[in-house]
């Protein structure tokens, strides 16, 4: 069963903005810290951003300052806003839930920046 769906992805010029989606079961939601990772072409996966249930945030150095994470409890959503975006950050947008029992992932989205 599909239990994180990514939307929002797409094609953008350089220095413009993207809302990236997840909508979660409400058990996921509730017992799993979640996060954003993105894997370019030939490149490992790598972590953008995480929030806990609680609310706190981490970013990757590449991103800090451009990007927002953050969680709608009622909604059971989860949101990547990404401003200023760059070439560099054209890779497809996994979002992910996970605590020491669990790991799970979307499907990813496509994020394309370019002229």
């Known amino acids: 069963q599909v239990q994180l769906v990514e939307s929002g992805g797409g094609l953008v010029q350089p220095g413009g903005s993207l809302r990236l989606s997840c909508a979660a079961s409400?058990?996921?939601?509730?017992?799993?810290?979640m996060g954003w990772y993105r894997q370019a072409p030939g490149k490992e996966r790598e972590l953008v951003a995480r929030?806990?249930?609680?609310?706190?945030?981490k970013y990757a150095d590449l991103v800090k300052g451009r990007f927002t994470i953050s969680r709608d409890n009622a909604r059971n959503t989860m949101y990547l806003q990404m401003n200023s975006l760059k070439a560099e950050d054209t890779a497809v947008y996994y979002c992910?839930?996970?605590?020491?029992?669990?790991?799970?992932w979307g499907q990813g989205t496509q994020v394309t920046v370019s002229s």
């Open positions: 992910n839930a996970n605590s020491p029992a669990n790991d799970y």
């Open positions: 409400v058990t996921i939601f509730r017992f799993n810290a």
């Open positions: 929030i806990t249930i609680g609310g706190s945030t």
